[in-house]
């Protein structure tokens, strides 16, 4: 199972088997549970780098909680030595030995972190969450093809569960702002909602919120307005963006050989089906979802993966580039 999903992953077959990521494969075609399929993806990629890994865990000699325990401190210089030393250990004496070997300052343990969100589409956790999305413990199920390892923490995940037919139960911890504004919700609509019932005060907030999405995602709308000119050949037009959206039905149009259309539906993004740099137009007919997964997918069929790698390199140094010189100081400027 782990070398599979080694070969999977590294070779990205997820993919143009329809799957927007590692994950979703693991846990819709392997069927592992989500914090399975974190643990054994991590494994696969740190046994991929330190093959020892393979043998150790089919002897036994290791398993899969210490080789997670272990991944973060797993270097080429020392792995060797680290690995011999944590064979035939149960959790807690490899615990024990990472903390001797790498010993943590004593201030760290009198802070608790609260975990941001752990997201998954349509199922699984959710939160109300007020910090940095890229804040540490961060994870993106569905869209990262690079699963981080699984994290235990002494804090309640949030989770989004079936409590009855149609109705669920959702368990989060929220910042200081969103109770303020919830308990400010429920007393503006105290006339429509004597109660207080916070359900009703999320179900009108998460309309609104959506509603602004879903301008800012295909610029939908109930009074469209004439398409103004511009002059970016890039640009897609609102009209064609709600149409595709409303045909595409919000989600990616990939479709494997096997007739499997992925089900991704988060980060989706506008792809020409006859390439931009080929003279493709944005029109309805030219235009798809897909998820980023899929559109790079399609692009390295189409121009070759290595072309596409050096395309990235050059947009990540030119954004360093940019970045660079919007925080150089003026010349002659004081400090």
Known sequence: MLAHIAEVDARKLYLPAGFPSMHAYSVQRLRLSEDA??????????????????????EGRLHLSGVCLLAPYLKEASAGDLLAAAMDRSKDDIAKLIARRFPRSELLELVDEYPSSARAEGEGRTELDCSDEHAPGHVDRD???????????????????????????????????????????????SHSNPQGNISQVLLHALRDHVARLEK?????????????????????????????WERDGGQCTFVSASGRRCEARRGLEYDHKTE????????????????????Q????????????????????AARMAAKAAKVAPVPGAYA
């Open 297 to 316: 997918h399609t692009a390295e069929r189409t121009y070759g993966a290595g072309f596409m790698k050096r395309k990235r390199e050059e947009a990540a």
């Open 37 to 58: 399929a974190l643990k054994r993806i991590q494994a696969a990629r740190v046994a991929r780098q330190f093959p020892v890994i393979f043998t150790a865990l089919e």
């Open 276 to 295: 931009f740099a080929r003279g493709g137009e944005a029109t309805v007919d030219n235009i798809q979802l897909r998820c980023p997964g899929h559109n």
């Open 216 to 244: 800012q995602k295909f610029a939908a709308t109930s009074r469209p307005r004439p398409q103004r000119p511009s002059h970016n050949p890039r640009h897609i037009p609102a009209h064609v963006k709600r149409t595709v």
């Open 143 to 189: 869209t990262l093809s690079h699963a981080p390892a699984h994290v235990a923490t002494p804090v309640p995940r949030p989770k989004l569960e079936p409590h009855a037919d149609g109705r669920y139960a959702l368990h989060v911890v929220l910042c200081q702002e969103a109770h303020d504004l919830i308990r400010y919700a429920q007393a503006l609509s």
